[in-house]
């Protein structure tokens, strides 16, 4: 049958994005593609990863995580979060550094250079506080539907995969083969034993959707948003989150998109407590947010961690 690329689809995902300094978890290399996918391991929950990478001392930043319900429970199982675009200018330190490369991971930078490992790969962490947590089936369904996408995306038929005729190796890594494992075990025993069933399953989506009967491509589902908690809006949290006009005259409030809003949201979201903002003080390069509860977070320099409006 004649393979027809194009109609795979993107499973849909939780979209978090987060915003990095240019040269602290991630580096503006250019506009990113796809030529492979990296699969991680997180060492940490699904939600914890989540408020790790938007800490402003994380120097670090993938671009989606996958839960497990060994890990995060049956509520988050095989929940997709997506926090970075592969497609986009971030290339978050993900995959490196570059030490001991090997096996695919060595050909690959063998082609396309130390810069297209961050840059030029989809890095897909997946849930697990230990390499030993055990995958689960919504998890694995995940990560095979993640890495069809971005296999037909670019354009490796399914009785080839996971080897692309554009490179002749495969389009599947492990970090490690980045690192080396005595730098990274990333991503553990359990996925790489894992990882000639997730091919499988990998190559029955591409087949599906290459030789099978759908005649039009099939759209990507809309990111769905899950700032708030269950009964907030953007107009409950910019009441709750107040006003303050800062030392510098400035006015802070509320920004859905602001970095400090974020981690102010994400706090609350976990710990169910929204304190108003009540004081910015500004120190040198720094600027501290104080918070009704006496929670304070700092950023240095003018732009460094975003701005609140």
Not at 1 to 23: C, E, N, Q, S
Not at 83 to 112: E, M, T
Request: charged letters at 20%.
């Amino acid at each position: 049958m004649t393979i027809v690329y194009g109609k795979v689809p993107h499973p849909g995902f939780l979209d978090r994005p987060i915003a990095k300094p240019a040269g602290f978890g991630q580096d503006n290399l250019g506009k990113r593609s796809v030529k492979g996918v990296v699969w991680h391991r997180m060492i940490g929950s699904l939600w914890g990863t989540d408020q790790y990478f938007r800490l402003s001392t994380t120097g670090a930043l993938t671009d989606y995580g996958v839960g497990v319900e060994a890990q995060d429970g049956a509520d988050n199982d095989g929940v997709v979060i997506r926090w970075n675009n592969p497609l986009g200018y971030q290339s978050g330190w993900a995959s490196g550094r570059v030490i001991a490369p090997y096996g695919d991971g060595q050909a690959f930078v063998n082609k396309y250079g130390i810069d297209a490992v961050n840059r030029d790969q989809a890095s897909i962490e997946i849930s697990g506080l230990t390499y030993d947590v055990p995958l689960s089936e919504k998890s694995r369904q995940a990560i095979a539907a993640l890495t069809a996408y971005w296999a037909d995306q670019y354009k490796i038929p399914w009785d080839k995969f996971p080897i692309s005729n554009q490179d002749g190796f495969s389009f599947v890594r492990w970090h490690q083969e980045f690192t080396g494992p005595a730098e990274k075990l990333c991503p553990g025993k359990v996925v790489m034993d894992e990882t000639p069933d997730l091919i499988k399953r990998t190559a029955a989506i591409l087949k599906q959707y290459q030789e099978g009967t759908v005649t039009d491509p099939a759209p990507t589902p809309p990111p769905v948003s899950d700032i708030y908690p269950l009964g907030m809006d953007d107009a409950i949290a910019k009441m709750l989150f107040g006003s303050v006009k800062g030392d510098d005259g400035k006015t802070y409030r509320y920004d859905p998109k602001g970095t400090i809003s974020t981690m102010w949201r994400d706090r609350g979201r976990v710990t169910g407590v929204w304190p108003a903002l009540v004081a910015v003080r500004n120190f040198d390069t720094r600027t501290y947010f104080v918070f009704a509860d006496g929670w304070v977070l700092w950023r240095s320099g003018t732009k460094a961690y975003g701005e609140l409006k």
